[in-house]
């Protein structure tokens, strides 16, 4: 997984691509644990992190230029643990697509104009932990924004199993949006299905939960090899 060059479009080529989520609670550089395609840093569980920026930064130049790492500071809105000013945010982003990070930034911040500064190249998401009225409406308003400031994936979890068709279609169509599209189902075994069905991303515990319903490290690596076998005898 060592790599001096960060290339994002081929570690998105072969689908799923399994992402051990760490939250970090304290900004230490740490080797992850054998399986990991990708690393994320969650920094929205680091208490105080606005009085740490520069600390946060040196974790990130560390394990960055080791390590394919995805950097994501969470909104309390959307499932993150500490509030965090969308000013220090910004700074921690670009900081990080300077030093060849891949970042998450939630699609109404770049619907909004805030943060879309740092969606080209990166993972637009939304997280969805109140019922919506028309969450295919809103996934694809996302996606076309996405899409207008060149986001490499555009990533869609919802905490309600009734939402799973909607994801499913979504993932089924992703071909014909231009971008990645990666689905997170809540339920465990949702979730084995989106990785079979070639979701582009599939986030995995290895220090605990940072999302309901992960699956474990070693689970997603079988999850992955089974798709490996079908697609072979396909």
Same mark, same amino acid.
């Given at each position: 997984? +060592?790599? &001096?060059?960060? $290339?994002?479009?081929?570690? #998105?080529?072969?689908?799923?691509?399994?992402?051990?989520? *760490?939250? %970090? /609670?304290?900004?230490?550089?740490?080797?992850?644990?054998?399986?990991?395609?990708?690393?994320?840093?969650?920094?929205?569980?680091?208490?105080? +992190?606005? &009085?740490?920026? $520069?600390?946060?930064?040196? #974790?990130?130049?560390?394990?960055?230029?080791?390590?394919? *790492?995805? %950097? /994501?500071?969470?909104?309390?809105?959307?499932?993150?643990?500490?509030?965090?000013?969308?000013?220090?945010?910004?700074?921690?982003?670009?900081?990080?697509?300077?030093?060849?990070?891949?970042?998450?930034?939630?699609?109404?911040?770049?619907?909004?104009?805030?943060?879309?500064? %740092?969606?080209?190249?990166?993972?637009?998401?939304?997280?969805?932990?109140?019922?919506?009225?028309?969450?295919?409406?809103?996934?694809?308003?996302?996606?076309?924004?996405?899409?207008?400031?060149?986001?490499?994936?555009?990533?869609?979890?919802?905490?309600?199993?009734?939402?799973?068709?909607?994801?499913?279609?979504?993932?089924?169509?992703?071909?014909?949006?231009?971008?990645?599209?990666?689905?997170?189902?809540?339920?465990?075994?949702?979730?084995?299905?989106?990785?079979?069905?070639?979701?582009?991303?599939?986030?995995?515990?290895?220090?605990?939960?940072?999302?309901?319903?992960?699956?474990?490290?070693?689970?997603?690596?079988?999850?992955?090899?089974?798709?490996?076998?079908?697609?072979?005898?396909?």
């Amino acid at each position: 997984m +060592l790599l &001096g060059s960060m $290339d994002w479009e081929t570690l #998105l080529n072969n689908p799923p691509l399994i992402v051990c989520a *760490v939250p %970090v /609670t304290e900004p230490k550089p740490f080797k992850p644990p054998d399986g990991c395609e990708a690393v994320e840093l969650r920094l929205d569980y680091l208490r105080g +992190l606005e &009085g740490r920026v $520069d600390e946060v930064k040196g #974790l990130v130049k560390v394990m960055a230029g080791q390590y394919p *790492v995805i %950097v /994501t500071v969470r909104d309390v809105e959307e499932g993150g643990v500490f509030k965090v000013d969308n000013h220090v945010k910004l700074d921690i982003l670009e900081y990080a697509k300077m030093q060849g990070a891949m970042v998450d930034v939630e699609a109404r911040h770049v619907i909004s104009g805030e943060l879309a500064n %740092v969606a080209g190249g990166s993972i637009v998401s939304r997280h969805v932990y109140t019922k919506a009225t028309d969450l295919e409406g809103a996934a694809l308003r996302d996606i076309e924004y996405a899409l207008r400031h060149g986001a490499l994936v555009y990533k869609l979890f919802s905490a309600f199993n009734s939402d799973y068709l909607t994801l499913l279609k979504l993932l089924m169509l992703k071909d014909s949006y231009g971008l990645r599209i990666a689905v997170i189902p809540m339920d465990p075994l949702y979730r084995a299905a989106s990785m079979i069905l070639g979701t582009a991303l599939m986030y995995c515990s290895v220090t605990g939960q940072t999302a309901p319903g992960q699956l474990g490290l070693d689970q997603c690596i079988r999850v992955k090899e089974l798709r490996r076998s079908v697609l072979k005898a396909s």
